[in-house]
């Protein structure tokens, strides 16, 4: 099991940018998958970015493409995400998520959560 932080959440204008932290307790960080999931009042939590266990890989819901960014620092054992050209629909509360071994959209898979971090875009 692992411990998930997130931080970075605010409120923003539309075309700004933010970046949200999820820090993680353990000394296994390495080995687990990353993603951010966020859910917006009265809909499910939907899949927003992960990446695998070295960083190299990485994927995106077609609404964040191009706009926010997933990495991650081992040693510092966080994953970050830089969410950039902010819009209103981005209002959501969003969570940080690990999974052991292979990165995955799927909201089924993961079983370590944070408590999330709200981000609301005004238009």
């Known amino acids: 099991q692992v411990q998930l932080v997130e931080s970075g959440g605010g409120l923003v204008q539309a075309g700004g940018s933010l970046r949200l932290s999820c820090a993680a307790s353990?000394?296994?960080?390495?080995?687990?998958?990353m993603a951010w999931f966020r859910q917006a009042p009265g809909k499910e939590r939907d899949f927003v970015a992960t990446?695998?266990?070295?960083?190299?890989?990485?994927y995106y819901a077609d609404s964040v493409k191009g706009r926010f960014t997933i990495s991650r620092d081992n040693a510092k054992n966080t994953v970050y995400l830089q969410m950039n050209n902010l819009k209103p629909e981005d209002t959501a509360v969003y969570y940080c998520?690990?999974?052991?071994?292979?990165?995955?959209?799927?909201?089924?898979?993961?079983?370590?959560w944070g408590q999330g971090t709200q981000v609301t875009v005004s238009s």
């Open positions: 990446i695998n266990q070295s960083g190299s890989i990485t």
């Open positions: 353990g000394r296994t960080f390495s080995s687990y998958a």
């Open positions: 998520a690990a999974k052991p071994w292979f990165a995955s959209r799927l909201y089924s898979q993961y079983d370590n």
